[in-house]
């Protein structure tokens, strides 16, 4: 059936059913967005034989509106798109936090009057989240970039972030 539809106006038609199918990527069930983005590719090419692919992406409207409205009837239980924005932004404040920690202690180091030679500072000797050192004269440092802490604390975040709406979500009566 799509073989009468030049590889320009299939690509086109591809483009906007990967567009929506990202949209709805990790909010909507997978199965539930198989069917979605089939029904919209068959859908498309067959208003595509009678208008015309750019014609029919065009009566289509907008992707984003069409994926809120599928958001509204078929979202899953998690969203698991938005936690893994919260565990990302979870790692982002761990990060600037330890810089800025890692910033006042060699500050401390060197006003303190430090000898030559490098102090280190950890809270969890091996399991973080901060942790460090600084060479005595304050030319070099060394950070923890990723330990069980962070994974443990961006793992939180991302439930929090991907229930959030079935945790704040008013009870209808």
Not at 54 to 81: H, I, M, P, T, W
Not at 90 to 110: D, K, S
Not at 138 to 165: C, D, E, K, N, T
């Amino acid at each position: 059936m799509n073989r009468t539809l030049p590889m320009k106006d299939r690509l086109r038609i591809e483009l906007v059913v990967r567009r929506l199918d990202y949209a709805l990527d990790g909010r909507v069930p997978m199965a539930r967005r198989k069917q979605i983005r089939n029904e919209l590719r068959s859908n498309l090419i067959e208003a595509a034989q009678q208008v015309g692919a750019e014609n029919a992406v065009k009566q289509l409207g907008g992707v984003r509106a069409l994926a809120n409205s599928y958001l509204e009837l078929y979202r899953g239980r998690f969203d698991f798109k938005v936690g893994s924005y919260w565990a990302i932004a979870a790692y982002a404040a761990l990060q600037a936090l330890e810089i800025t920690l890692l910033i006042a202690f060699q500050a401390g180091v060197a006003t303190g009057g430090s000898h030559t030679g490098t102090y280190s500072f950890q809270f969890w000797d091996g399991f973080g989240p901060f942790s460090g050192s600084v060479s005595g004269n304050g030319s070099s440092f060394v950070m923890l970039m990723l330990s069980p802490a962070h994974v443990l604390l961006m793992f939180v975040a991302f439930v929090i972030g991907s229930s959030y709406r079935t945790v704040f979500a008013r009870r209808r009566t």
